[in-house]
């Protein structure tokens, strides 16, 4: 069972990426889904989450109005749209499942690899 996470790079203060979290070796169309990050120095956050049907969503209050998580169970893939980053989005960006099917997620299975988000003024 693997969680890759990819579409990291660097962007300029202002700037757009979106982030995939592909899922192998099982389904995850029943369970929540999140992203986490983690800064140089600085403890692991949470960013967002989203229900196993994709009507729920939870969103850090720092991302809150510029992130979108969405997912496609067909795909086995998490997204995450990041718009309007600033330098202090920079991070590595890790992808999680959740032991169940809804939001707020208590506790997570399987946590993917972080792909790095540098954010430049």
């Known amino acids: 069972v693997q969680l890759q996470a990819s579409g990291g790079g660097s962007v300029q203060t202002g700037g757009s990426l979106t982030l995939s979290c592909a899922a192998s070796g099982r389904t995850f169309s029943s369970n929540a889904m999140s992203w986490f990050r983690q800064a140089p120095g600085k403890e692991r956050e949470f960013v967002a989450a989203i229900s196993w049907s994709g009507i729920s969503t939870l969103y850090a209050d720092s991302v809150k109005g510029r992130f979108t998580i969405s997912r496609d169970n067909a795909k086995n893939t998490v997204y995450l749209q990041m718009s309007s980053l600033k330098p202090e989005d920079t991070a590595a960006y890790y992808c999680?499942?959740?032991?169940?099917?809804?939001?707020?997620?208590?506790?997570?299975?399987?946590w993917g690899q972080g792909t790095l988000v540098t954010v430049s003024s």
């Open positions: 999680a499942a959740g032991s169940s099917g809804r939001v707020p997620i208590r506790s997570y299975d399987y």
